[in-house]
């Protein structure tokens, strides 16, 4: 006797021959099938008025906070990419009516690190469906290259973030091109009026709203090209667009305002550079100034130290010793050839924009 299990042998069945399923998938499947059955007799009976439409859809695209997130904005390849965002394109489809849309992960393959993912719209009155299945690979772009996802969280923040771009597509394409075009314009106008706030308190606000993620108001002036007491109403908007496009992640603020390099010619041109921040002089009085209540930041750092800058670097994706040197020469604006080269005060401020994605106070730009 023997105890070795025998080979499953699938049962012979004749062509024509059902296969089995189980109770519980009979079940879905027939509700599934009755669900897309009744929204299209609904849909039907209750047909969408489009001047009903229209109106709804102005009025929406007046409130700003509809146009605050209506665009999106990102660089690529020297320009600048922008277009109506997912936000927009869901809030229309609600204004048109009788319209499905969704994304939905079809399989995923931690082997070979990719997910196959299917994105979908359909107007169910006249019967226009768009749907795009497609792989998303379990990768993500960095400054110092493409990094492997294994997180779960990663994961599934990368494939929504893949997935609402195709879902913004989908509805685009079942939506008339005269609604789309007609609420990006409104969109636009809303973001130029400012809800009717003075034009001066609103840069204000932006600059200080840029400020709280770490961009300074010389970096927005050096992007708008002209400085803040001369921005018009169109300006605010590029720029609100952009503020809203590092909010959701869709750009990080180092894209959007890249640092500006001091080269070796500026040096011998003997063109004015910017100072870093951290290298300005605190001018406030010596009793306003905060205490030194730890030992000299531009001392070397110690060996407690850069044990805790390699691990935030490991953690970031940044293994390799040749990754690691461009990363911090880039940050540091010199020659970094080993961490050991970096004062206690570069080390905290490397670990500090590695967890959190924020510069200390005194190193924003």
């Known amino acids: 006797m023997t105890n070795s299990p025998a080979r499953y042998q699938p049962a012979f069945q004749p062509a024509g021959a059902r296969t089995q399923v189980s109770q519980a998938t009979a079940i879905e499947q027939s509700r599934a099938i009755a669900e897309v059955q009744a929204a299209v007799l609904v849909a039907q009976q209750n047909r969408r008025s489009k001047p009903i439409a229209v109106e709804e859809m102005r009025d929406s695209t007046a409130q700003k906070s509809v146009a605050d997130r209506a665009f999106f904005s990102f660089p690529r390849g020297g320009e ?16 048109w009516g009788n319209i499905q849309y969704g994304v939905a992960e079809l399989r995923r393959d931690d082997d070979k690190g990719e997910s196959e993912m299917q994105a979908f719209a359909w107007d169910l009155e006249t ?18 290259g493409t990094r492997q996802l294994t997180d779960m969280r990663d994961i599934y923040e990368n494939n929504a973030n ?21 609420a990006s314009e409104r969109c636009h106008a809303t973001l130029q009026d400012g809800g009717g706030i003075p034009l001066a308190t609103r840069i204000a606000n932006s600059i200080g709203h840029f400020d709280g993620i770490g961009v300074s108001r010389k ?8 400085p803040s007491d001369e921005w018009t109403e169109q300006d605010l908007g590029e720029l609100g667009i952009t503020f809203n ?11 959007a305002f890249p640092p500006s390099r001091v080269t070796a010619a500026d040096i011998e041109s003997g063109r004015p550079t910017e100072v870093p921040a951290k290298d300005q002089p605190d001018e406030r009085p010596a009793e306003d100034q905060p205490k030194d209540t730890e030992r000299d930041g531009s001392q070397p750092a110690s060996a407690e130290e850069l044990k805790g800058l390699t691990a935030a670097l490991t953690k970031a994706g940044i293994k390799n010793a040749e990754e690691r040197k461009a990363f911090l020469s880039a940050r540091e604006g010199r020659d970094i050839t080993a961490v050991k080269d970096l004062t206690a005060s570069e080390v905290a401020s490397t670990i500090r924009f590695l967890e959190t994605g924020e510069e200390p106070a005194g190193d924003q730009q």
Do not use: M
């Open 219 to 226: 970096q927005l002036e050096s992007k708008i090209g002209r």
């Open 80 to 95: 600048t990419v922008s277009g109506p965002s997912i936000h927009l394109a869901r809030e229309l489809a609600r204004c």
């Open 162 to 182: 893949a997935g609402a771009r195709r879902v913004r597509e989908a509805i685009f394409a079942v939506l008339p091109a005269w609604f789309v075009e007609e």
């Open 245 to 255: 496009s590092i909010k959701n992640r869709e750009i990080t603020r180092e894209e």
């Open 127 to 144: 019967n226009a469906r768009n749907a795009i299945t497609f792989i998303v690979p379990h990768k993500r772009d960095t400054r110092q």
